[in-house]
């Protein structure tokens, strides 16, 4: 069963430009979270997807967004880079049986795709 | 305060040694996730609990739902189990995942 994949793996992009990252979930797996690592801050949650629409929303402006498609492909998009954008963008999927409950499916990670803005 | 807390933030032992590593939090979760991550590599999952014990191998995750804590233990640590290792919670209240900030472990030969 293939894993979770995350493109691109490495970007360098200059402040002011946009970005998007596409992650594909294990077949099946229906959520798909995002989230940001920066040495600083550790590991933060951006959003969550299920069913093409997003449940939750972590503490971030409003340049950061996503969405799902119909065959559970995820895409975020950073607009108006900043430096602080610089980090390790990661992607996980889950089998989500009962949103909202302990069954919340466990987490499977992409490799990440790691932003660099200058 | 952090809504999820690691202890210890650094650990070093020697191969054989049995490790515990702890997490502390202060929301009502629906779910807890132990993560293990090596250097420069992605993250992996170890274990989703939401009460009790899970054991695979020679690791072993304990959640004690009313003291809002979980360890992470390793038996027969080997230098391979080298890697930061982080705690994540799901609130019940809003659904979002709040992460630990990692536990660092280097295992000597």
């Known amino acids: 069963k293939a894993g979770v994949t995350q493109t691109p793996r490495y970007l360098i992009k200059t402040r002011g430009q946009q970005v998007t990252l596409s992650c594909s979930p294990i077949?099946?797996?229906?959520?798909v979270s995002w989230y940001q690592q920066t040495p600083g801050q550790g590991l933060q949650f951006l959003f969550e997807?299920?069913?093409?629409?997003?449940?939750n929303k972590g503490n971030f402006p409003g340049r950061f967004s996503g969405r799902q498609f119909s065959n559970s492909r995820s895409e975020m998009n950073v607009s108006t880079l900043e430096l602080g954008d610089s980090a390790l963008y990661l992607c996980?999927?889950?089998?989500?049986?009962?949103?909202?409950?302990?069954?919340?499916?466990?987490?499977?990670f992409g490799e990440g795709s790691r932003l660099t803005v200058l | 305060k952090n809504e999820v807390e690691q202890s210890p933030q650094n650990l070093t032992a020697q191969e054989g040694e049995f490790i515990t590593i702890n997490c502390s939090y202060s929301v009502g979760i629906s779910a807890l996730h132990w993560l293990q991550q090596h250097p420069g590599g992605g993250i992996v999952s170890l274990f989703m609990?939401?009460?009790g014990k899970k054991k695979h191998g020679r690791l072993i995750a304990t959640i004690n739902i009313q003291e809002k804590h979980s360890s992470l233990h390793i038996t027969a640590s080997h230098p391979r189990d080298s890697a930061v290792y982080i705690c994540?919670?799901?609130?019940?209240?809003?659904?979002?995942?709040?992460f630990g900030k990692g536990t660092r472990l280097h295992i000597l030969p």
């Open positions: 609990l939401s009460s």
């Open positions: 994540a919670v799901r609130s019940y209240r809003d659904d979002k995942i709040i």
């Open positions: 997807y299920f069913s093409e629409t997003q449940r």
């Open positions: 077949s099946g797996h229906r959520s």
């Open positions: 996980a999927s889950s089998s989500v049986h009962k949103p909202g409950t302990a069954n919340t499916g466990e987490l499977f």
